[in-house]
């Protein structure tokens, strides 16, 4: 009995500074936030209560829903496309030499660990319309009628954008999907190995399996991060041109920052917050159920 | 544990609890104008008055300004004052620390800002009424723009400055080799600045280099200087609320600029080029035309030697180019003086005694400034000679919009609009529909 509370209050001591932190800059924010929802608030003081006009402001701005289609175009290209890129990597990352390997996962961090105005600048500069990268490689194939102003098209300016964001973390997610594939023994893949089974099959029929608590990590991961997408837009369009490429929290900062109006800033974070709950709680619920211990 | 698990329960609520009152809006509180009134006994008890001067700190003018002017001078022409400056960084981080000594009303006794921060400082009530002092000490008979030193509709002023903003206009700055090079003429009618454009496009040139990010040329200069092509007035009772952008005259403007980008004027993705791109762009001669305030005027002339600039073409037969001019500068970027200052008139005074030094500074460095400051200012620039010389004969000039009209949330949506517009996809009407709810609520 003596080591059960024991265990419980070291437990509790251990965990209190973490705890207090999270709870005063990340849970407690959100109620003056729910406060400041409801008022007219120029940011400097509260104006008045205007119950919820606020929030059907936002929910009747064009603007908003224009938003939540971009975080979540970006969302989707990150999960079908990055994310699978990811895994492709961490496997063909596995099958090759240590020194290959090394590289590979030095190459990997380098992106992440830069900062995103560094990697946006970057990316500014290859999709500069006259002089740019991609530009001058499509002219140089005379693809000229493709050589488009990629920032500042409508139609292309988020694409734009989420590619330069996926650069910056497939690398990482490769790297964090590595690390699940060096923890499941070596002695189910020798057992395939007896039963004939290749590359392709192994990782199909026991990689991937596998990985799945560390695909639901990644997949949160990176779902939350697309979900928060500000920096890089930020940086590389200002959300233009006009409000073409901004996401739910470049929308939230327009319109608390800019337009100083606190009230639908917080209403626009409030949603912003019951989105990623319920977009959590989909992934908990349908990926990776069953706990797997090897 | 259990125990421990309610403890801790009850302090986060209890401080939860504090905090969302907090959030409720005590900010309302009134200024006691009673405290503004404390002043010249205690200053004369006193032998030295702390100031504490919340500058600017991130920019080299205001660096120079404070060091090698106020902290010099302030020891012989205010003798009483003691100062503690309070270096505030640049940009947002100032902006920030202002709004946070807003919020709290504790503000320093002196500061300096822009427009956009004093209005929300002063509907706060947290500035200080300076007219009393600006009288007092002669400063409003040395300004030689009346507006700059005019009360607000409830005979307040707010803030004094050295006037060194509003000589800066917007130009069109062009090559005079690239245009002999093509045998083009300096264009006198929006018409022929069209055929311009495209004469130059045809050469493989950027007809007219913009920085567009955010819309910031159609914000600061073009959208208004696109009206006052057509009719100045317009643009006037747009400052004065007289009008809205329903205005005809607005709507032709906006499409004019429409038909810039449509034939292609500016550079291939404008909407996402910035300041400085947009200046190279001109310099290195890839860009015939730049559209950029005067301020550029010594880097233009040094970079690029063959410049010259021309008034905005007319829009409307028998206007004058030269007649109207828009000056940047507003009336409320300057230096405010806080409400509570414990000794109100010393305060005032130091505010005063900044802008003035603020003013011989530019002086000194060739500049004028409409604050007389009594020092000859020798002009050394031919292109600076010939702008302010065509400055002082316009007729008409109007404030800039922009910098003296606009509250936070109109200039947020004015430059997402203007974004919208440099696409060449977005109609003046849908402009217009998206622009004037928002600057009906502008002036409340």
């Known amino acids: 009995m003596n080591r059960y509370f024991g265990n419980k209050l070291a437990i509790f001591i251990f965990s209190f500074p973490a705890l207090i932190l999270f709870t005063t800059f990340v849970i407690y924010p959100i109620f003056p936030e729910i406060a400041i929802s409801f008022q007219k608030n120029d940011g400097f003081k509260s104006l008045g209560y205007v119950g919820f006009e606020n929030y059907i402001n936002v929910l009747n701005d064009a603007t908003f829903w224009k938003s939540n289609l971009n975080t979540f175009i970006i969302v989707a290209i990150s999960v079908f496309i990055g994310l699978p890129t990811s895994l492709l990597l961490a496997l063909v990352m596995d099958k090759q030499t240590e020194s290959v390997r090394r590289f590979f996962k030095a190459s990997s961090v380098f992106p992440a660990v830069l900062s995103v105005t560094v990697i946006a600048q970057m990316w500014i500069a290859i999709y500069e319309p006259q002089w740019g990268l991609i530009n001058s490689i499509l002219k140089a194939v005379k693809l000229d009628n493709l050589a488009i102003a990629w920032l500042s098209d409508e139609n292309t300016v988020v694409l734009a954008i989420t590619v330069a964001f996926l650069w910056q973390y497939i690398g990482l997610n490769a790297l964090l999907f590595y690390t699940g594939i060096k923890a499941i023994p070596n002695t189910y893949y020798e057992a395939a190995v007896i039963d004939g089974a290749g590359f392709l099959r192994a990782s199909v029929k026991i990689t991937i399996p596998l990985l799945q608590d560390v695909t639901k990590y990644v997949l949160v991961l990176s779902t939350l991060g697309c979900m928060a997408q500000f920096a890089h837009v930020r940086i590389m369009t200002a959300g233009g041109p006009g409000d073409a490429s901004r996401t739910v929290v470049y929308q939230l900062f327009y319109k608390a920052f800019s337009a100083s109006d606190f009230g639908q800033g917080c209403a626009i974070a409030i949603i912003f917050i019951l989105e990623c709950l319920v977009l959590t709680f989909l992934i908990n619920r349908f990926v990776a159920r069953e706990k797997i211990e090897f | ?444």
């Open chain 2, 1 to 444: 544990m259990i125990k421990l698990t309610k403890v801790m329960a009850v302090v986060t609520a209890l401080a939860m609890a504090t905090s969302l009152a907090a959030c409720g809006g005590g900010a309302d509180k009134p200024v006691d104008p009673a405290k503004t009134n404390e002043t010249t006994a205690e200053v004369k008890n006193e032998e030295k008055v702390k100031i504490k001067f919340l500058s600017l700190s991130a920019d080299d003018n205001r660096n120079a300004i404070r060091d090698n002017y106020i902290k010099v001078n302030v020891e012989k022409d205010m003798p009483n004052v003691e100062v503690e400056y309070d270096l505030g960084g640049g940009g947002q981080d100032y902006a920030n620390k202002l709004k946070a000594y807003n919020a709290s009303g504790d503000m320093p006794d002196v500061w300096f800002s822009e427009q956009n921060l004093s209005s929300v400082v002063i509907a706060a009530g947290n500035a200080l009424d300076l007219l009393p002092q600006v009288q007092k000490s002669g400063f409003d008979k040395k300004m030689k723009l009346p507006d700059l030193v005019a009360p607000d509709k409830n005979g307040k002023l707010f803030c004094v400055q050295p006037g060194a903003d509003q000589y800066f206009t917007p130009r069109i700055w062009y090559h005079k080799d690239i245009f002999a090079q093509n045998n083009i003429e300096v264009p006198k009618t929006f018409d022929e600045l069209v055929k311009v454009c495209e004469t130059l496009k045809g050469k493989g040139l950027i007809p007219m280099s913009i920085f567009g990010k955010d819309g910031w040329v159609p914000n600061l200069a073009m959208v208004q200087t696109m009206i006052m092509a057509e009719d100045p007035q317009v643009a006037q009772d747009l400052v004065n609320n007289k009008t809205d952008f329903s205005n005809p005259v607005v709507k032709n403007a906006l499409g004019r600029i429409q038909k810039l980008v449509q034939i292609g004027a500016f550079d291939k993705g404008v909407t996402n080029v910035d300041y400085g791109p947009s200046i190279e762009a001109y310099t290195s001669g890839k860009a015939a035309m730049l559209v950029m305030f005067t301020w550029e005027t010594a880097a233009l002339e040094k970079a690029a030697p063959d410049t010259d600039f021309f008034p905005w073409p007319s829009a409307k037969e028998g206007l004058d180019p030269n007649d109207a001019i828009q000056y940047w500068g507003a009336p409320l970027s300057g230096y405010l003086a806080s409400a509570k200052a414990k000794n109100p008139e010393v305060a005032a005074d130091f505010a005063i005694f900044c802008a003035t030094q603020d003013a011989l500074y530019y002086n000194d460095n060739g500049s004028p400034t409409m604050l007389d400051t009594g020092k000859q200012v020798e002009i050394t620039s031919p292109l600076l000679k010939k702008s302010l010389d065509q400055f002082d004969a316009a007729k008409i000039k109007v404030p800039s919009m922009w910098a003296a009209t606009f509250n936070a949330k109109m200039s947020a949506e004015f430059a997402t609009q203007n974004s919208k517009l440099l696409t060449g996809k977005y109609s003046p009407d849908e402009w217009i529909k998206a622009i004037n709810p928002v600057w009906a609520e502008n002036f409340e």
